[in-house]
């Protein structure tokens, strides 16, 4: 089973991101082969500085070994590391209907928020399937954001198959991976932790930082004697991330009780946040005082995933008459 998942190097990491995507991740390595990718061709559409773009690589690098990335299981790469995946991007967008991407939210959305609509941004679906079907991917673990591109990654696969595959399957077609108790993480103000939103809690931030975020999470206001349901709170949400389910079933039972204040519940999930990131806080000092080896990771991980790339390339090329 091969599983494939890319993350962009667009800023820091934050537990959005840890637990809908990177854990997800990091656990399925153990049970196939694992393709995970720094998706810096991606970030080229919000990253508009050369040197950040630089920094946020090696930082996501780190982040993710840090948080249990295992490269001698998995293949780790860096996604502009193999070339053939922009020229798959080109070869399906001829089986690309406008449609499929004018539909797609993520778009609708950047362009809500102001982002200027140039064609890199209307095309990313196209290459993020094409990350995923140049590798074969069985399975793809993502965040719920994600799934729409799945999905659009699916058609393509299908439509291209029908194409040029005359009934053979050329490209795998894909199965996202999406996680029902952690596929929304809410951020601190109740919204979906997203870094657009300025809500976010990040995996490696300092103590203070940490504490301040969480003392600041947005509650209702009822007083401390009133009964709360612990299912509209996001407080309570964030605080089952980081305990074991008995915890979780106790606490909701003080949120129904009543008498429980939420400076008690936040300062109790500042707590728990910061114990349950300090094995990954310790490794990630340890890998920062050796980038090189980092580097190297990655360029190990960038050969493997080239071999496989052209793999799939090779039949693509005929398949299509460019050989
Ligand atoms: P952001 O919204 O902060 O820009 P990205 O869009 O870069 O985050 O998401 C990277 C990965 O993390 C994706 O797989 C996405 O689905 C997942 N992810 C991001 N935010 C969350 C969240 N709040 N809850 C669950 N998964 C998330
Ligand atoms: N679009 C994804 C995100 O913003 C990142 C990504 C790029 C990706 N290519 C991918 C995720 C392929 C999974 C598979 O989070």
Redesign the pocket.
Known sequence: MRI?????PSGALHIGNYFG?MRPAIELQARGEAFLFI?DL?ALTTVEDPAELRRNTREVALDFLACGLDPRRACFFR?SDVPQVTELTWILSNVTPMSLLEKCHSYKDKIAKGLAPNHGLFA?PV??AS??LIYQSDI?P??KD?KQ?VEVTRDIAIKFNMKFGGGRGILKVPEADIRDEVAVVPGLDGQKMSKSYNNTIEIFCEENTLRKKVMGIVTDSLPVEAPKDPEKSHLYALYTLFVSRDEARAMAERFRKGGLGYGEVKKALAERMWSYFAPFRAKRAELAKDLAFVEDVLRRGAERAREEAEKTMKAVREAVGLR
């Open positions: 494939l998942s890319g993350i962009q995507m998706a991606h996604q990313y290459l993020m990350d995923i793809v993502v965040g994600q591109h």
